[in-house]
């Protein structure tokens, strides 16, 4: 029996190999494009993609072929593939209504373009996190240190996220200070500003001055209390007179240990950064930016400081998604493009192929948009993964559409044989990313719902559209 198993299995590559290779290369290309962006987490992820999918293509040429011939000697392989015939009597069943199917599947694909630019895009990072495990707080023991002050209303260093200011000199420190002051008196930055510290804070300038007006502040007070009332003169014995009893000047050297601990740098030297403790919600890309826009650097004196925070990582993350996420789905576009045109060298047959993918891609904002999901940081990468992974299942019904020429029902014989197989792969990639849904953190469960959406569409309009759209071409 060997001689059939040879003979099947040359069979098998002249008819799967070409559209297996042609597909590989296609998804391959569009991942590859994801690699080149800045936004590592893409990039890692652009080039992993590339690695194991064209890592599956050689073993699978180099090994399968192998793996059959060696379980044929062990045993006969007498395997019969169940073929699919529903998708057969679907295409009989719309072929003769196929410009009212078409018509339906245009405007459809018509209103969803409208419906992309109306998608909204989710900036808070908190709402990609995990799910709060814990009734009142979520479980993580920040977000619970967060809530908790937040109720309590604590002090300034507890309510606001720390952003450092490098200097060269206590002086240029001083300035800098004063001037976010001033911009927190001004109300600058949405009032966001709860502190700002400094070593000018403890030791301001001009204490000679302000010792002078604090004496004559005293003795004017010690002249007119007795024509205060009763209440007002404890009030102002109180809370008032201990303020003023200030002799000498505040020496950096005798502040306590603690003011010094936290403006003091690793290499010893005291008071030459500025903290400016900002309120709001960190884990907001949109919120963020607003904060670099208007904090990021700061001029005082007629010189620059740039503001220094590991939050700020998100407002260069926004940026590249939306500078550099339509430049990957074009370059994805592009490289597919180029990809069919050199393997099909036809540019009538790279526009059959890609008319499919265009349609599923744009339906499934049309989706993503009437079920209200939100676009974000993780599940964004969907879109240029769909151009790569949506037109496999194309390219193998469209080699088998070209190689049975001689075929007088070809297309519902390709659906019952070759749509069975597609349809099936389609599944198991479709069972990968669902499995995503379940997962604890919201950002995976993103990438789940929309890739799977996505998958859905790409093989309904591969299998029950494209055929309608091949039709003429096997009536030649």
Avoid: C
């Avoid at 966001?192 to 300038?205: G, H, T, Y």
Wanted: charge should be positive; aromatic fraction near 10%.
């Amino acid at each position: 029996k060997h001689p059939d198993v040879l003979t099947a299995m040359k069979k098998t590559g002249e008819h799967v190999i070409p559209s297996l290779v042609s597909g590989a290369i296609t998804t391959a290309a569009a991942f590859l494009t994801i690699y080149f962006i800045d936004f590592k987490g893409f990039s890692d992820y652009g080039l992993v993609a590339v690695v194991g999918i064209l890592g599956s293509l050689l073993a699978f040429v180099l090994f399968f072929p192998v793996l059959v011939f060696v379980l044929e000697r062990i045993r006969p392989l007498n395997i019969r593939p169940r073929q699919i015939t529903v998708l057969e009597k679907i295409y009989l069943f719309l072929f003769p209504r196929k410009k009212i199917v078409l018509w339906i599947v245009g405007i459809v694909t018509l209103v969803s373009i409208g419906a992309f630019f109306d998608i909204p895009f989710e900036y808070d990072m908190a709402k990609l996190s995990f799910k709060s495990t814990s009734g009142e707080y979520s479980h993580s023991l920040v977000d619970q240190y967060e809530s908790h002050v937040k109720k309590e209303k604590s002090d300034a260093f507890s309510r606001g996220r720390i952003s450092v200011y490098l200097t060269n000199s206590q002086e240029e420190a001083g300035n800098l200070a004063d001037r976010l002051v001033e911009m927190q008196k001004n109300g600058e930055g949405k009032g966001r500003i709860e502190a700002v510290v400094s070593m000018r804070k403890f030791v301001p300038q001009n204490q000679q001055e302000k010792m002078r007006i604090i004496k004559r502040m005293k003795r004017l007070i010690e002249r007119k209390i007795n024509l205060l009332s009763d209440s007002n003169r404890e009030i102002v014995e109180k809370d008032i007179m201990p303020l003023l009893t200030i002799k000498t000047v505040i020496e950096q050297e005798k502040l306590p240990a603690w003011i010094s601990q936290v403006l003091k740098e690793q290499d010893g030297s005291v008071g030459k950064f500025v903290l400016l403790l900002l309120s709001g919600n960190y884990k907001d890309m949109k919120n963020v930016t607003d904060i670099k826009e208007t904090f990021g650097v700061v001029k005082a004196n007629g010189k620059e400081f740039k503001m220094m925070a590991p939050y700020l990582l998100l407002a260069d993350v926004s940026k590249v998604l939306h500078r550099d996420v339509p430049l990957m789905a074009l370059y994805a576009i592009l490289a597919v493009i180029l990809t069919l045109l050199i393997m099909f060298r036809s540019l009538k047959y790279m526009f059959e192929l890609l008319t499919p993918l265009l349609i599923a891609l744009i339906l499934m904002f049309g989706v993503v948009w009437v079920f209200d999901i939100k676009f974000n940081l993780f599940n964004l990468i969907i879109v240029p993964t769909m151009l790569g992974t949506g037109i496999d299942s194309s390219i193998h019904i469209f080699h088998r559409f070209l190689a049975f020429d001689k075929h007088k029902s070809k297309i519902p014989y390709i659906l019952n044989h070759t749509g069975g197989a597609v349809l099936f792969s389609s599944i198991t990639t479709l069972v990968g990313f669902a499995s995503l849904m379940i997962s604890s953190h919201q950002g995976m469960v993103s990438i789940g719902v929309v890739a799977s959406i996505g998958i859905i569409l790409a093989t309904a309009v591969n299998l029950l559209v494209f055929p309608l759209l091949m039709r003429s071409e096997s009536q030649k």
